[in-house]
């Protein structure tokens, strides 16, 4: 495929199915190669990534079910269901930390640059966010990105025994591609770039 085919195809996967596309190992081969390619500050390679299967999976979901339980309004429980039983119909999910210990020596060893430090892991998470993202979708494997940290930090090192210094960051549930991404607009494209020759 094209670049640009691959980047248009990488859409936001809600729907999702457990047909194995492609088996569990190569889809964890693939990530690992992302995981060890992505460009990190300094090359610090302070992101950190646990990938969840079967039973792992699941369980994350009924956590962050069983948290949203506890703060979702009534008249959003039904759909919030909805959203959470729909990324438990999929293989897996990505989660993606950020070693705080890696930022804090860096903040010390430099300290000219210390303040932009934080800022740069979470840039670098983006990058690899986007990386595994672009990943799975080139392999016909639908995925999004969801923010249910921090409401299940705690629940989450807890129960797969996740280092404290590992600062959960995002979550990619992904699957196979159970209904397409419905259409998206796009701001005229001359209203955000600008060219000088
Ligand atoms: C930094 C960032 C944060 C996002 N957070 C969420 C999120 O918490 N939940 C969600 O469903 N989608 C989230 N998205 C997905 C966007 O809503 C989505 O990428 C956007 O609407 C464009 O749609 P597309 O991904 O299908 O191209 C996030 C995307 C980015 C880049």
């Known amino acids: 495929m094209e670049i640009e085919n691959i980047f248009a195809a990488r859409r936001s996967v809600y729907a ?4 194995q596309l492609m088996p569990k190992d190569d889809i964890t081969s693939l990530l690992e190669h992302v995981l060890k390619y992505a460009p990190s500050a300094f090359n610090s390679q302070s992101s950190r990534m646990v990938i969840l299967y079967g039973d792992a999976y699941h369980k994350f979901w009924n ?5 949203l339980h506890k703060i979702t309004p009534p008249e959003k429980l039904d759909s919030m269901i909805v959203k959470i039983n729909s990324f438990q119909k999929g293989l897996g999910t990505v ?7 890696t930022i804090h020596s860096l903040e010390k060893q430099y300290p000219l640059y210390a303040e932009n430090f934080p800022k740069w892991s979470q840039q670098s998470s983006g990058m690899l966010q986007y990386m595994v993202w672009i990943a799975l979708s080139a392999h016909s494997i639908g995925a999004s990105l969801q923010h249910y940290n921090p409401l299940i ?9 996740i280092p404290d210094n590992w600062q959960l960051i995002a979550q990619m549930p992904f699957g196979s591609i159970a209904a397409p991404a419905a259409d998206k607009t796009f701001i005229p494209i001359n209203q955000r770039l600008k060219i000088f020759d």
């Open 153 to 161: 930090d705690d629940e989450i090192h807890h129960e797969y025994d």
């Open 95 to 101: 989660l993606f930390f950020e070693d705080e210990n």
């Open 16 to 19: 999702l199915g457990n047909e």
């Open 63 to 67: 956590i962050t079910m069983k948290m």
